[in-house]
């Protein structure tokens, strides 16, 4: 188990440096003069002279790396240009928004998608699994962008319930500030809710056909007995490889959904910061978001082996 | 009374492409603590006479006739019925030892769910007593047994640990279905030593199906041959080793390989191809394969003929034994 883990941790490392050679090789390398892009193109020599020089830009590219690399491990992600604040604290600002949004959004698709998938499968061809697949195929057809619209449409505009977007912070009041990311939750859930539906019921159908499910039917199990003790284990590994992708897609959609709500979150700060060409900025947040979907799957990776324990033995 | 006596069962799968008629007509009786032998190719309805005896026929297939299992019409009965005979009265153990198993789960919790299930027993003494059923199958002692997974025995291990799964209850009826085909041949003897010790032990009664009549021949003390879903020959196997009245148990018979006398003859293989369930002959459906097939066996169904005392072959011409 100890050399499992080990090999996941060089493995993440080892990512995790490509990804940041990716992104400043893409941002930073490729022809294209930064400070030009940053500034726009009827910028004074001056500013433009200045800028290059707080970018470090006069020096090589190996050395900026490295420079770039060294900051990000003591933490220092450097000055934001538009906002003239460092960037690790801008990040940490609109991470208490995006944190509580993906993990609640992931929360509710898993609450939802489990159980109902596990259900259809158990009515196999009945109406009740065709209710469920009908609703999950139009959960899959609707863009996270337009449900979000809809939902303000709804709840904030028509009944009233939630605000329409803005976040109140956390230390004003936490409760508003909750509510105020309930509606960009759904928004983010529902569509991967749907997809982690039906694979977890077409996981445990598979799972249904196997020859140990067959061996607990003729030790006298019903077939729903044997679905829960036996098969449900068996299908979560597929369930846990969805939901790992599926947080990538949850970053992306927070971008969409952060900027229906008007919410401060990482995603907003990043369209923000392409739009105003803070290349600082958006070169450390795309690097930290490549950061989580790794970790993500390091931690699906460590879920496979508590749930399977023939990959314990580190074969 | 018999343990078990099947009367005219039929299995047919229901399909767009045509209905495939699996069993016909499959009927038979077995006393109690006898070993009966089904042998027959891939195909032939084995299996699916097994899985009718336990309930566990595939959702698209329909059976009827009458299979009475100690005073019981099992055909008749509701799942909840099923669920209590099931692993109780009758058990069964299955070919592939690899995937029978939940590999994610100990085999003490496996074999040890039965016992939760149909004897009432808390979580601690069914383990107990599924470890004194490991000592009996004979899967070394060793430090965690119980929390053994299956990745971690061989297949013969496996096995027995099936084995012990399915004799928990003490049913009066156990069915093998090729248990010794996925393994190797010394492993093979071992496991059916077991099988037959275990059966003389507990007085239960035992189908063993296999398409190796070698197998039967060391175990069983009756044999059924079937062939395409229907039961072509029965016999004691003692008879059934002296002389075959249908043509197609003597071309099984041919197709046997022996080590004797070290002539090397040629094994004798069955030409042609089992017929489609979907679309059985008229007549006699081993005709298009059989050596001395006529056109009677072509336009007429073949009728069960006993050569000899209780011994019995479905085909126009049997041969005397």
Redesign the interface.
Known sequence: MIAFVLRRVLGLAATLAAASLVVFVVLEVLPGDPALVMLGTEAQPQTLALLRAEMGLDQPAPQRYLTWVAGLVRGDLGLSYTYRVPVGELVVQRLEVTLPLTVLAISLSTALAIPLGVFAASRHRKWGDSAIMAFAQLGMAIPNFWLALLLVLVFAVQLGWFSAGGFPGWSESPGAAFQALVLPAIALALPQAAILARVTRSAVLDMMG???V?????????RDAALW??AL??ALIPVLTIMGLQFSFLLAGAVIVENVFYLPGLGRLVFQAVSQRDLIVVKNVVLLLAAAVVTVNFIVDLLYAA????LRTGR | MPLLQIESLNVTIVAPSGNAHILRDVGFKLERGSTLGIVGESGCGKTMTALALMGLLPDAATATGRIEFEGTDLLGQDEAAWCRLRGNRIAMIFQEPASALNPLQPIGRQVAEGLTLHRGLSRLSSLAEAERLLDRVGIPQRHRRLDSFPHELSGGQRQRVLIAMALACKPALLIADEPTSALDVTVQAQILDLLRDLVAELGMALILISHDLGVIGEVCERVIVMYAGQIVESASAAAFFRGRAHPYSQALFGALPRARGGERARLAAISGFVPDPRELPRGCAFRDRCPIGTSVCEAQRPPTIAVAEDHFALCHFPSAP
Request: charged share 45%.
């Open positions: 196997e020859d140990f067959r061996t607990a039917r003729a030790k006298g199990l019903s003790r036996h284990r068996n749930v399977d324990p023939r």
